[in-house]
């Protein structure tokens, strides 16, 4: 079982950047699917971002399209979600998970998850 620590988040002001990190540890990462999801207060968890196995294919919600970025290092064993021109309706807490090989977007297709880490944008 692979667990799944998330780091980066804080506190922002709106148009701002923040990159979050989701290092690996356990299982075999370069098999593995990586995907960001995230939950407002009071709201259900939804997908951002999700990047295949080997980097090669990358999917975005449309909320988020244009400003944020995905990326993965396998040779770290980490995920990464670049954020830019960030807006005070991104805030939420930002959880990674994996499954294995094929990126989804579904959150239900996702075995592992972080604990999350907190992005708040401030107006």
């Known amino acids: 079982q692979v667990q799944l620590v998330e780091s980066g988040g804080g506190l922002v002001q709106a148009g701002g950047s923040l990159r979050l990190s989701c290092a690996a540890s356990?299982?075999?990462?370069?098999?593995?699917?990586m995907g960001w999801f995230r939950q407002a207060p009071g709201k259900e968890r939804e997908f951002v971002a999700a990047?295949?196995?080997?980097?090669?294919?990358?999917y975005y919600a449309d909320s988020v399209k244009g400003r944020f970025t995905i990326s993965r290092d396998n040779a770290k064993k980490t995920v990464y979600l670049q954020m830019n021109s960030l807006k005070p309706e991104d805030t939420a807490v930002y959880y990674c998970?994996?499954?294995?090989?094929?990126?989804?977007?579904?959150?239900?297709?996702?075995?592992?998850w972080g604990q999350g880490t907190q992005v708040t944008v401030s107006s």
């Open positions: 998970a994996a499954r294995l090989f094929r990126a989804t977007m579904t959150i239900d297709e996702y075995g592992s």
């Open positions: 990047i295949s196995w080997s980097g090669g294919s990358t």
């Open positions: 356990g299982g075999t990462f370069s098999n593995l699917a």
